[in-house]
């Protein structure tokens, strides 16, 4: 299988100070890997890091340059646009079509033509994963997809996951949740750095 990201002896901060030291993973075509550790213990920086939002202070991230799709809590739609025009809008940013294939796979026929602003909790979510189906990206970079999701839905989007990995794509996904995938899993717990390993200080509960 093809390599389509390796991450090696990566040291990742936030607010100055290291929160996971000496992490080591990678993602071949067709594959998933679920990361596990409690909350506060670097998971959202880890991802962030990977993702290019945030720099590492050690270490290397090997990956196509624009090859990764990152979705975190927030769904980012726009509210006054339709859920067709939503994703429209993020098809004709990455060029890559699909917005039929998003509307089936997540169920948002019957709501093609309503604000977003008028969606539930729910089917916001489902809107906003829905869109990395229009990227185009190799990489799915994850932080907790199924917030607000019910279970109906985790299925839908666990299907979605299931085709981008037999199309030759790949996941990285933070979840607290069984999504019934095969999936390798990576925990983050033995790779906490050392107090004192970073500048200022910083509290936990905000990783």
């Not at 109906?152 to 030759?168: E, I, K, N, S």
């Not at 607290?176 to 899993?185: K, M, V, W």
């Amino acid at each position: 299988m093809t390599s389509l990201l390796e991450v090696q002896d990566l040291t990742v901060q936030r607010g100055g100070v290291a929160v996971l030291a000496g992490v080591s993973l990678s993602l071949a075509e067709g594959e998933a890997l679920i990361l596990r550790g409690p909350n506060g213990s670097g998971k959202t920086t880890l991802l962030r890091t990977i993702a290019g939002l945030q720099p590492s202070s050690a270490g290397r991230i090997s990956v196509v340059p624009e090859a990764i799709a990152y979705a975190a809590h927030a769904d980012g739609v726009k509210s006054v646009l339709t859920v067709v025009e939503n994703l429209r809008f993020w098809s004709g940013i990455y060029g890559a079509g699909g917005v039929e294939e998003a509307l089936e796979t997540f169920e948002l026929e019957g709501l093609a033509d309503r604000p977003a602003g008028a969606l539930s909790a729910g089917q916001k979510r489902r809107l906003g994963l829905s869109r990395l189906l229009v990227t185009g990206r190799s990489i799915w970079v994850l932080d907790e997809p199924t917030v607000s999701l019910d279970r109906a839905a985790v299925a839908m989007f666990a299907g979605a996951v299931r085709a981008h990995l037999a199309a030759g794509g790949a996941a990285l996904i933070a979840t607290h949740i069984d999504l019934g995938l095969e999936a390798r899993t990576f925990d983050v717990a033995p790779y906490k750095a050392r107090a004192g390993s970073g500048e200022g200080e910083f509290d936990e509960a905000f990783l």
